[in-house]
């Protein structure tokens, strides 16, 4: 099977491996399975006092192409909003790394990844105990 060069890149030269501090509360984190073979991808957002994603991390366990899915992604997160995160389909990671069809997984496993991490993000904040303030 031919890979594409920019998956070549994305998996021998991978963006953004690592983790934040989970105690950071700017950070979230979403971590994912795909049924079908195994594979784990843990993606986390950095986000600021704006709501913009200021960095992005992964630490995938799995093949080639989910780490290259996870990498591209990574860049692509970075200077958006969460709405704009969830933008990202995995159609057009798919696009932008030639999967093949029998990998179109790995790119549903990152955008997976991508929903998990915005989702936890909202959770987090969402159900931050906030000090009621009586009206005056
Ligand atoms: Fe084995 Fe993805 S199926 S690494
Ligand atoms: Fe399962 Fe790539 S083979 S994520």
New binding site residues.
């Given amino acids: 099977m031919a890979y594409s060069d920019k998956l070549m890149d994305h998996y021998e030269n991978p963006r953004n491996v690592g983790s934040f501090d989970k105690d950071d509360t700017s950070v979230a984190t979403g971590m994912v399975g ?1 049924p ?4 784990v991808m843990k993606l986390q957002i950095k986000v600021d006092h704006n709501g913009i994603i200021e960095d992005a991390k992964f630490k995938t366990y ?2 080639g192409s ?1 780490i290259a899915s996870s990498s591209l992604v990574t860049e692509w997160l970075k200077g958006r909003t969460l709405d704009q995160a969830l933008d990202i389909k995995n159609t057009a990671i798919a696009d932008e790394l030639a999967l093949p069809p029998v990998k179109i997984h ?1 790119s549903i496993l990152a955008e997976d990844a991508i929903k998990a991490a915005v989702a936890d993000y909202r959770s987090r904040h969402d159900a931050a105990p906030e000090v009621q303030q009586a009206a005056p």
């Fill in positions: 795909a079908a073979c195994g594979d799995g093949c989910a790995c």
